[in-house]
C-alpha cells in the first residue's frame, strides 16, 4: 500500500514549520487548522478475494460518495457531486459485471436498491467521445451514512488488535467525501477522503508513522499562492517523505485545474428548495442573489447536474418546448438517462432513477432592472407509490451540482492535475477543454442533512385501503348491473321492434 496525505491550509490561517516535527521515521504534525486529503493506493493482491473478483469484471469502475452536510470548498478540492453514493463503471469486454451489485449492497448497505448491473445502471451518454475517461454506466442511491462502508473495511482490513488502523478507518465517518477508483490498466485501487477541517478540536495534532505494511508515506503541508495562468492552481509548502527525507522539503508547483471556484463577481452561492404544496407535481426551486450574474467569461454558460431517484421523474416531452423553458429560466436540457417512463409504478421500476443535465437562462440584460434574486424552476413528477400508513410517504431528493462550464484555452492539459477528480457524472458531457466554476451551496441550516430535502408527498392511506377496495368492488358491481340492464332493455326493445316488423309482413301479404 501507498499512502498520501495533504494538508492545505489557508492564508489566514498562520503556518510555522516547527509544527512539522520528523523523527526516527516518525513526523508529528501539532497545532495545524487545514483541510486533508488522505490518499491510499492498493494493488490487487491486497484487497479481499470478493473485491478483486468483482473488479475484475469490471474495465473500470469508481465511487463517489458525498456526505449530505455542507462543506466549504477548499481548492484544490473543488469539484462538487449531490450528496449520496454514486458509482459509474465500464464492464470488460463481453463480460457481465454479476458480482457488482451483490458487493455494493454488502459494502454500502443492504437496503440499497441494485439487483443487477444489467438491471439497475444506466447507461451514462458522452457526448464528447474524446473525452476518453468517461465511464459508461451510472448508478445513484440517497445514502447519508457511510458507517457500513467503514465497518466493513475495520473487518476486511484491519485486525482485531490494531487500533490504529480501526481508528483511522473509523474516522472516514466524517469525511466529506470520499471517492473510489479502480482501473484495468493500473490494476490498483486508489481510496481518497477528503475533510475541510478537524472537526472536534478544529486543529490537526497528528502522528504519521511508517509502517512495514505501507511501502511509502508521503505528506504534504501546503498553501496556495498566486497563479499566473487563470486555469492554473499553485501551492507552496512542504513535502516529506516518510524513510527518505531528514527533514521537510520545500516545494512549489503549479498545474492547469478543470475546477475552480465561481468568482465573486459572477453567481457563486445558490438555494435549493421545493415549492410549496408539493403534491404529485413537485417543483424544484433553485435561488440565486442577481447582484451579478456576469459570467467568469465569454464562454462560459450556467448549468445543473441533478440526480433524481426512482421515485420521481421528469416529463421529457414537457422540457422540449422552447416557451416553456423559457417561463422557467431554463435554456434546454443538454441530457437526460435513465428511467423516463411516465406512467410506471415505482414498485416496476428496475433502474436506479435518471439523471439530468440543464442549461439555466440567467438575466443578462444590463438595462433590466433586476430582482432581489432570481431562480430558475425544474417540474418534476411523482410516481405511483406504495401504499404507507396514514396516507403520506417521505423522499429524500439530494440537492444538484450547479456551475458554469467554460472552455479553457486551445493547448490546455488538465490530465497533469495530482489532485484532479473526474468520473464525476456530468464532466463527460463536455468536452476535455472545459473548465467547470462551481457554485456553493447557500445553506441556511447546519444539520447533518442540510444538502438533501425532504419531501412529504400524498400516497394511498393503508389504514383505508379496506374502505377503498371495498368501495370499488361495489362501485364495479353497480356498474356492472347498470350495464346488464341497459342491455337488458337493448335486446328487449330490440325483440319488440323485430315482433312488430315480422307482424307488419304479414299483414302486407
Same mark, same amino acid.
Given at each position: 500500500?501507498?499512502?498520501?496525505?495533504?494538508?492545505?491550509?489557508?492564508?489566514?490561517?498562520?503556518?510555522?514549520?516547527?509544527?512539522?516535527?520528523?523523527?526516527?521515521?516518525?513526523?508529528?504534525?501539532?497545532?495545524?487548522?487545514?483541510?486533508?486529503?488522505?490518499?491510499?493506493?492498493?494493488?490487487?493482491?491486497?484487497?479481499?478475494?470478493?473485491?478483486?473478483?468483482?473488479?475484475?469484471?469490471?474495465?473500470?469502475?469508481?465511487?463517489?460518495?458525498?456526505?449530505?452536510?455542507?462543506?466549504?470548498?477548499?481548492?484544490?478540492?473543488?469539484?462538487?457531486?449531490?450528496?449520496?453514493?454514486?458509482?459509474?463503471?465500464?464492464?470488460?469486454?463481453?463480460?457481465?459485471?454479476?458480482?457488482?451489485?451483490?458487493?455494493?449492497?454488502?459494502?454500502?448497505?443492504?437496503?440499497?436498491?441494485?439487483?443487477?448491473?444489467?438491471?439497475?445502471?444506466?447507461?451514462?451518454?458522452?457526448?464528447?467521445?474524446?473525452?476518453?475517461?468517461?465511464?459508461?454506466?451510472?448508478?445513484?442511491?440517497?445514502?447519508?451514512?457511510?458507517?457500513?462502508?467503514?465497518?466493513?473495511?475495520?473487518?476486511?482490513?484491519?485486525?482485531?488488535?490494531?487500533?490504529?488502523?480501526?481508528?483511522?478507518?473509523?474516522?472516514?465517518?466524517?469525511?466529506?467525501?470520499?471517492?473510489?477508483?479502480?482501473?484495468?490498466?493500473?490494476?490498483?485501487?486508489?481510496?481518497?477522503?477528503?475533510?475541510?477541517?478537524?472537526?472536534?478540536?478544529?486543529?490537526?495534532?497528528?502522528?504519521?508513522?511508517?509502517?512495514?505494511?505501507?511501502?511509502?508515506?508521503?505528506?504534504?503541508?501546503?498553501?496556495?499562492?498566486?497563479?499566473?495562468?487563470?486555469?492554473?492552481?499553485?501551492?507552496?509548502?512542504?513535502?516529506?517523505?516518510?524513510?527518505?527525507?531528514?527533514?521537510?522539503?520545500?516545494?512549489? !508547483?503549479?498545474?492547469? /485545474?478543470?475546477?475552480?471556484?465561481?468568482? &465573486?463577481? =459572477? $453567481?457563486?452561492? %445558490?438555494? #435549493?428548495?421545493?415549492?410549496?404544496?408539493?403534491?404529485?407535481?413537485?417543483?424544484?426551486?433553485?435561488? !440565486?442573489?442577481?447582484? /451579478?450574474?456576469?459570467?467568469?467569461?465569454? &464562454?462560459? =454558460? $450556467?448549468?445543473? %447536474?441533478? #440526480?433524481?431517484?426512482?421515485?420521481?421523474?421528469?416529463?421529457?416531452?414537457?422540457?422540449?418546448?422552447?416557451?416553456?423553458?423559457? /417561463?422557467?429560466?431554463?435554456?434546454?436540457?443538454?441530457?437526460?438517462?435513465?428511467?423516463?417512463?411516465?406512467?410506471?409504478?415505482?414498485?416496476?421500476?428496475?433502474?436506479?432513477?435518471?439523471?439530468?443535465?440543464?442549461?439555466?437562462?440567467?438575466?443578462?440584460?444590463?438595462?433590466?432592472?433586476?430582482?432581489?434574486?432570481?431562480?430558475?424552476?425544474?417540474?418534476?413528477?411523482?410516481?405511483?407509490?406504495?401504499?404507507?400508513?396514514?396516507?403520506?410517504?417521505?423522499?429524500?431528493?439530494?440537492?444538484?451540482?450547479?456551475?458554469?462550464?467554460?472552455?479553457?484555452?486551445?493547448?490546455?492539459?488538465?490530465?497533469?492535475?495530482?489532485?484532479?477528480?473526474?468520473?464525476?457524472?456530468?464532466?463527460?458531457?463536455?468536452?476535455?477543454?472545459?473548465?467547470?466554476?462551481?457554485?456553493?451551496?447557500?445553506?441556511?441550516?447546519?444539520?447533518?442533512?442540510?444538502?438533501?430535502?425532504?419531501?412529504?408527498?400524498?400516497?394511498?392511506?393503508?389504514?383505508?385501503?379496506?374502505?377503498?377496495?371495498?368501495?370499488?368492488?361495489?362501485?364495479?358491481?353497480?356498474?356492472?348491473?347498470?350495464?346488464?340492464?341497459?342491455?337488458?332493455?337493448?335486446?328487449?326493445?330490440?325483440?319488440?321492434?323485430?315482433?312488430?316488423?315480422?307482424?307488419?309482413?304479414?299483414?302486407?301479404?
Amino acid at each position: 500500500m501507498r499512502r498520501r496525505i495533504t494538508f492545505v491550509h489557508g492564508a489566514e490561517d498562520a503556518f510555522d514549520p516547527q509544527q512539522l516535527k520528523l523523527e526516527n521515521n516518525t513526523l508529528r504534525i501539532t497545532s495545524l487548522k487545514a483541510a486533508r486529503e488522505d490518499r491510499c493506493t492498493f494493488g490487487l493482491d491486497e484487497l479481499p478475494q470478493e473485491v478483486w473478483r468483482a473488479l475484475k469484471q469490471c474495465y473500470e469502475l469508481h465511487i463517489r460518495w458525498v456526505s449530505p452536510k455542507s462543506y466549504p470548498s477548499v481548492e484544490p478540492f473543488i469539484s462538487r457531486a449531490s450528496p449520496g453514493l454514486h458509482v459509474f463503471y465500464t464492464p470488460q469486454k463481453n463480460r457481465s459485471a454479476f458480482l457488482l451489485c451483490p458487493l455494493v449492497k454488502k459494502v454500502f448497505g443492504e437496503h440499497l436498491k441494485c439487483v443487477t448491473a444489467e438491471e439497475t445502471f444506466a447507461g451514462l451518454p458522452v457526448l464528447s467521445e474524446r473525452f476518453a475517461s468517461s465511464a459508461a454506466f451510472q448508478y445513484y442511491q440517497v445514502l447519508s451514512s457511510i458507517k457500513d462502508f467503514t465497518t466493513y473495511v475495520q473487518q476486511k482490513g484491519c485486525s482485531p488488535s490494531d487500533d490504529y488502523c480501526r481508528d483511522q478507518v473509523g474516522a472516514l465517518t466524517l469525511a466529506d467525501y470520499i471517492d473510489i477508483d479502480y482501473d484495468t490498466i493500473s490494476q490498483a485501487l486508489v481510496v481518497n477522503a477528503f475533510r475541510h477541517g478537524e472537526q472536534h478540536s478544529g486543529a490537526w495534532n497528528e502522528k504519521i508513522e511508517n509502517s512495514e505494511k505501507i511501502a511509502r508515506i508521503e505528506v504534504g503541508v501546503l498553501a496556495k499562492e498566486a497563479s499566473t495562468e487563470p486555469e492554473e492552481l499553485s501551492f507552496g509548502g512542504f513535502l516529506t517523505v516518510l524513510g527518505e527525507d531528514e527533514k521537510p522539503s520545500p516545494t512549489l !508547483f503549479s498545474f492547469p /485545474s478543470r475546477h475552480h471556484l465561481a468568482p &465573486t463577481t =459572477s $453567481l457563486s452561492k %445558490y438555494y #435549493a428548495s421545493f415549492l410549496s404544496p408539493t403534491g404529485l407535481h413537485p417543483t424544484l426551486r433553485l435561488s !440565486f442573489a442577481s447582484q /451579478s450574474v456576469t459570467p467568469p467569461s465569454d &464562454t462560459c =454558460s $450556467l448549468h445543473i %447536474y441533478l #440526480a433524481l431517484p426512482s421515485t420521481l421523474f421528469v416529463d421529457k416531452y414537457q422540457l422540449s418546448s422552447p416557451l416553456f423553458l423559457s /417561463s422557467k429560466n431554463l435554456r434546454s436540457v443538454r441530457s437526460l438517462s435513465g428511467e423516463t417512463d411516465l406512467e410506471a409504478p415505482e414498485w416496476v421500476i428496475q433502474k436506479w432513477g435518471s439523471a439530468m443535465l440543464v442549461e439555466l437562462a440567467p438575466p443578462t440584460s444590463a438595462n433590466t432592472p433586476k430582482p432581489p434574486q432570481w431562480h430558475a424552476d425544474i417540474p418534476l413528477h411523482l410516481r405511483y407509490l406504495p401504499p404507507t400508513s396514514g396516507g403520506n410517504s417521505t423522499l429524500d431528493v439530494p440537492w444538484p451540482v450547479v456551475f458554469w462550464a467554460c472552455t479553457a484555452e486551445e493547448g490546455t492539459k488538465m490530465n497533469v492535475n495530482p489532485f484532479d477528480r473526474v468520473n464525476m457524472g456530468y464532466d463527460g458531457l463536455f468536452g476535455p477543454r472545459t473548465m467547470f466554476y462551481h457554485l456553493e451551496p447557500d445553506v441556511q441550516s447546519v444539520d447533518d442533512h442540510a444538502l438533501i430535502s425532504s419531501l412529504q408527498v400524498p400516497v394511498l392511506d393503508q389504514d383505508k385501503m379496506s374502505f377503498v377496495q371495498a368501495g370499488t368492488v361495489g362501485v364495479v358491481l353497480l356498474a356492472a348491473l347498470w350495464l346488464l340492464f341497459k342491455i337488458g332493455l337493448v335486446v328487449r326493445e330490440s325483440r319488440l321492434l323485430l315482433g312488430k316488423a315480422e307482424t307488419g309482413g304479414k299483414k302486407s301479404q
